[in-house]
């Protein structure tokens, strides 16, 4: 009899703590949109007051926005 019920408590855990997974996830993973949007907005702004001959963002560019962006 025991075991008939060991089943789905089983499954009902299993369910309960993959859904706390996911939901720990989230604040890690709305910090780290917020954090690439920082970056795109910098290298954004950088840009625009750079040279005009350069193409791509720079490393410098890349790295004085990643400096800001974790408030160094």
Do not use: F, W
């Amino acid at each position: 009899m025991v075991r008939a019920h060991a089943y789905p408590v089983l499954a009902a855990i299993s369910t309960l703590s993959l859904l706390a997974i996911a939901l720990l996830q989230i604040p890690g993973a709305v910090k780290a949109h917020r954090y690439n949007q920082c970056i795109d907005t910098q290298v954004r702004l950088r840009q625009a007051s750079n040279l005009a001959g350069q193409e791509g963002p720079g490393k410098l560019i890349y790295l004085k926005a990643v400096q800001h962006c974790e408030g160094l």
